[in-house]
């Protein structure tokens, strides 16, 4: 490989792959290997959900109490809002981390939206 090519514009995507690419896909087909033989029903795995979803509610947590960057700009009650919201969805689609996130997300958009106009 020439110097040339490494320089050229092609080269953030070169690093892109190989560094984040490569690696992410190097430990997603690892973990799915290893999952493959868990039992859903097993300690270990309801061990690991749990840990999964203290990560979450930490993270929303430090959104809503030490808010950064962007989110620093939306005001207290679109974030406790977006969080009720997110909360509600999650309890009545049966536990589904992924509905709750993504109502929140909706959620501080259109109340920060609301809360600015």
């Not at 981390?97 to 259109?110: D, S």
Request: cysteine-free.
């Amino acid at each position: 490989m020439s110097e040339a090519w490494f320089d050229s514009a092609r080269s953030p995507y070169f690093v892109l792959f190989a560094f984040g690419f490569l690696p992410t896909i190097g430990w997603k087909l690892g973990s799915a290997f290893i999952a493959h033989g868990i039992d859903e029903d097993s300690e270990l795995f309801r061990f690991i959900n749990s840990v999964a979803s203290a990560l979450l509610a930490g993270i929303a947590a430090r959104f809503l109490l030490q808010p950064q960057g962007a989110l620093a700009h939306a005001p207290p009650l679109a974030r406790i809002g977006a969080l009720v919201i997110g909360l509600a969805a999650f309890a009545v689609t049966r536990r589904s981390v992924f509905a709750g996130v993504l109502a929140g997300e909706a959620a501080i958009m259109v109340l920060t939206f609301a809360a600015s106009h």
